[in-house]
């Protein structure tokens, strides 16, 4: 395989920064789900930790370097789940912790980012505009600037998901992943496709948020105007090309999905696997659902990879009329 940026001798020394709580999250095959699907499914749950998503993995590594460094300032933009994460992380290691985020993001992430102790600003915009904010404050304050995706860091802690998972038995034949910014598929592809190549990297999409998908359909930087998807944790605008130079050289494909099957996906993570997901975290059974015959009778691990979710929104959803893909 051609070099990314990732490295995986960093990977592995990450799990001897990041707190045990975010590794060795479970994983399991989940018959009742096979069924409906059609082949084999196994599940990495990535919410089982106290901040509900896997970026918690990521931000140790950032946190535990600013905190060796005698850093004690920092600011990110996030969707809410990255907020969270480095909320928690910073407080754990002493330090300021600022998250910008746009007012229309999910409450419950935003309330949980407040509860956490960081300062958290709100921009009338969406997630890039949130991007810009952060970054005018990192210049004018002169603070460390936490971009996820584009910082190493954030790749090579959710990389160490890759590295659970290729230490399986049995093994697997391909792992569907949520794509947003990069940081999940970027980091577990690297691993996979290093130690396991034979196994299938496919990172799913919504429709309506298809900047990264087109990216790396085209081999260039596609950006588009807005984003209409239920799914906000992975509902950004403008790839970083970095980052799309690297999930190029570990997807073997990028896939899109309707808003409709990942309603019937966080439905199915439910009825069957007991699981209360975000949309996001449904993206793998929503690309199961679109194209059975190209699963049918492989062993496929989902990356379960985040559950914070309004409850209102969520009993929306899930407790409507039930939708067919």
Not at 107 to 116: Q, S, T
Not at 165 to 194: M, Q, R
Not at 307 to 324: E, I, L, Q
Request: proline residues 4%; contains cysteine.
């Amino acid at each position: 395989m051609q070099e990314t940026r990732l490295d995986i001798t960093r990977i592995r020394a990450a799990r001897r920064v990041i707190d045990p709580i975010f590794l060795d999250t479970p994983l399991y095959r989940c018959e009742a789900l096979e069924p409906g699907l059609g082949c084999t499914v196994s599940i990495k749950l990535e919410t089982a930790n106290p901040v509900r998503s896997f970026k918690g993995r990521g931000t140790e590594v950032v946190a535990s370097l600013l905190a060796d460094n005698g850093s004690r300032d920092v600011v990110c933009a996030s969707a809410g789940n990255l907020g969270q994460a480095l909320a928690w992380s910073g407080r754990g290691r002493g330090l300021d912790v600022t998250v910008v985020a746009s007012r229309f993001a999910t409450v419950a992430k935003l309330d949980r980012i407040r509860a956490l102790g960081a300062r958290l600003e709100l921009v009338d915009g969406d997630h890039e505009m949130a991007r810009e904010r952060a970054a005018a404050i990192a210049r004018h304050d002169g603070i460390r600037l936490v971009e996820d995706s584009l910082d190493i860091e954030t790749c090579e802690g959710a990389a160490t998901i890759g590295l659970e998972l290729v230490d399986t038995v049995p093994s697997f034949d391909a792992v569907l992943i949520a794509l947003g910014g990069g940081a999940l598929a970027t980091g577990v592809g690297h691993v996979v496709k290093s130690l396991a190549p034979e196994v299938e990297v496919i990172c799913v999409q919504p429709l309506g948020a298809p900047a990264m998908t087109h990216s790396w359909r085209g081999r260039r930087v596609v950006t588009t105007d807005s984003t209409d998807t239920i799914a906000d944790g992975v509902a950004g605008r403008r790839p970083i090309p970095a980052v799309l130079d690297d999930l190029l050289l570990v997807a073997d494909d990028a896939v899109l999905v309707q808003e409709a099957s990942i309603i019937a996906g966080m439905r199915m993570l439910l009825g069957h696997a007991g699981l209360v997901v975000e949309p996001s975290a449904a993206l793998g059974i929503a690309a199961i659902l679109e194209d059975r015959a190209r699963f049918a009778d492989r062993h496929v691990v989902t990356i379960v990879c985040g559950s914070n979710v309004d409850v209102d929104a969520y009993h929306h959803w899930v407790g409507g009329a039930p939708r067919t893909p």
